[in-house]
C-alpha cells in the first residue's frame, strides 16, 4: 500500500523551484544571512557562469565555525565569519537528479550518499532542490 501511494510521486512535484543560492567567492556571513533571510538550510553555489559547483548547507556552517549549534547570536560576531568564504566550506559531491525523477528514488539516492538535499537540474539548469524535509511531508500528505 505504500509503495502504491507513492509510486507516480516525482521529484519536480515537490522540489523548491528557482531556489536561492550564492556565488563561492562570498563570505560565510553572506551565506548564513542567505539562509536566514530565506528561512533554508541548504544552498546551491552556482559559479560566475551559472554552474551548479557545490552545496553549503547549515550543517557544514556549523562545522566550519566550531559551534555546537547554529544560533544567530553565535555566528553573528564570529572571528570567522568574513575570512571564510563559500568555496572553503561547500560540498562539491552534489547529488543531482532531473524533475521526472520519482520521489521514491530520490530518497533512496540520498540514503546512498548521505546527502540532505539533491541538486534538480534540467540539462544543465539549475531548476530546483529537494531535501529530506521535503520528501518527508510529501510522503506523510500522500498517505
Known amino acids: ?5 507513492h509510486s507516480k510521486l516525482r ?12 556565488q ?8 548564513l ?13 552556482i559559479s ?5 559547483v557545490g552545496v553549503v548547507t547549515a550543517r557544514e556552517c556549523r562545522l566550519a565555525l566550531r ?22 566550506i561547500m560540498n562539491t559531491s552534489v547529488v543531482v537528479a532531473e524533475p521526472d525523477t520519482l520521489a521514491k528514488e530520490a530518497a533512496r539516492l540520498m540514503l546512498l550518499n548521505y546527502a540532505t538535499c539533491i541538486a534538480i537540474l534540467l540539462g544543465e ?10 520528501i518527508l511531508v510529501a510522503f506523510v ?3
Open 1 to 5: 500500500m505504500f509503495e502504491n501511494a
Open 11 to 22: 521529484v519536480g512535484d515537490i522540489m523548491t523551484r528557482n531556489p536561492v543560492t550564492v
Open 24 to 31: 563561492p567567492g562570498q563570505t560565510l556571513r553572506a551565506a
Open 33 to 45: 544571512e542567505t539562509m536566514d533571510a530565506h528561512d533554508c538550510h541548504h544552498l546551491p553555489v
Open 48 to 52: 560566475p557562469s551559472g554552474h551548479l
Open 67 to 88: 559551534l555546537p549549534e547554529l544560533v544567530r547570536d553565535d555566528w553573528h560576531d564570529h572571528e570567522m565569519i568574513d575570512k571564510l568564504t563559500v568555496r572553503d
Open 125 to 134: 539548469t539549475l531548476v530546483g532542490i529537494i531535501t529530506v524535509s521535503d
Open 141 to 143: 500528505s500522500s498517505t
